[in-house]
């Protein structure tokens, strides 16, 4: 397994973002996939996980309801749609596979991280 996430940017509040992270070996077909984040000061917090048939998703209580994963699995490619974005959104993003197929938010299952990309929102 092989991580690419891309897509981050700056944004300003209420904005939209997209982020993918692509499996250049394409070899996470039947892992679970999570995003994951590191904000200034703050430890890494799990933002959303995706089985590896999308059958299953999980969303940290704050982002419930503006962000969504999905993955295509022909493309090899797991995203995170990151609508009504808030200034506290602000972090480095980074995908991560798991050694599972079902979601997941310990880290110990997450072996495989790709390198982060920086999301900054502007109020």
């Known amino acids: 397994v092989q991580l690419q996430a891309s897509g981050g940017g700056l944004v300003q509040a209420g904005g939209s973002l997209r982020l993918s992270c692509a499996d250049s070996?394409?070899?996470?077909?039947?892992?679970?996939v999570a995003w994951a984040r590191r904000a200034p000061g703050k430890e890494r917090e799990f933002v959303a996980a995706?089985?590896?048939?999308?059958?299953?998703?999980y969303y940290l209580d704050s982002v419930k309801g503006r962000f969504t994963i999905s993955r295509d699995r022909v493309k090899n490619t797991v995203y995170l749609q990151m609508n009504s974005l808030k200034p506290e959104d602000t972090a480095v993003y980074f995908c991560?596979?798991?050694?599972?197929?079902?979601?997941?938010?310990?880290?110990?299952?997450?072996?495989?991280w790709g390198q982060g990309t920086q999301v900054t929102v502007s109020s």
């Open positions: 991560a596979a798991s050694r599972r197929s079902s979601v997941s938010t310990n880290s110990y299952d997450y072996p495989y």
């Open positions: 995706i089985s590896w048939n999308g059958g299953s998703t």
């Open positions: 070996k394409r070899t996470f077909s039947n892992n679970a």
